[in-house]
């Protein structure tokens, strides 16, 4: 099998496709679909997002220095994408995608009632590297919905049918493979 070489690009898929809640802080909201999202730090817990700075969300952000990560799903795919491609300027994405903003409790931005999992936080840094900002954060509050615990009080986020993006096309994630470490684990 032989290997082809492409000129330098992104080529770390799937991502998860999130949705990206603001506030100026003045009565406006809005949400955006972000897919360069990730984990930066465990303790104390942090992530980033990056954002043009072109996009009407930026500045929000930017100013009040808060957002929500808002997990999306399969039922969440439709307006996952809407996000994505029609800028809060013009329209309302809440009321047109049929999104629901609940409230937070460390931030002021909204949170998504249909998503899983809300991820508050507050920025830390912004650095500016090219065509995005990657805007580092703190996570300082999680609200999960209280569907997807069990009797125990575990969190089972896989029957919320998260969603991945990859190369353009959002896709559900598949089967569960193996738990962390279960390679070196003594068979009984």
Sequence with gaps: MSRLSWKPGNMLYPLPAVLVTCTNGRGEDNVLTVAWTGTICSDPAMLSISVRPERYSYAMIKETGEFVVNLTTEKLVRATDYCG?????????????????????????????????????????????????????????????????????????????????????????GQPLGKFGYSVRKKS
Excluded: W
Aim: charged share 25%; net charge negative.
């Design 85 to 173: 491609v029609r800028s809060g300027r013009d329209e309302d994405k809440f009321q047109r995608a049929g999104l629901t903003k609940g409230k937070a409790e460390k931030v002021q931005a909204p949170v998504i009632l249909e998503s899983p999992v809300n991820i508050e936080c507050k920025v830390r840094e912004i650095l500016p590297l090219g065509s995005h900002d990657l805007f580092l954060a703190e996570v300082v509050n999680v609200q999960v919905s209280d569907a997807y615990m069990d009797e125990h009080g575990t969190f089972h986020l896989a029957e919320a049918k998260p969603l991945v993006y990859s190369h353009g096309t959002y896709y559900s994630m």
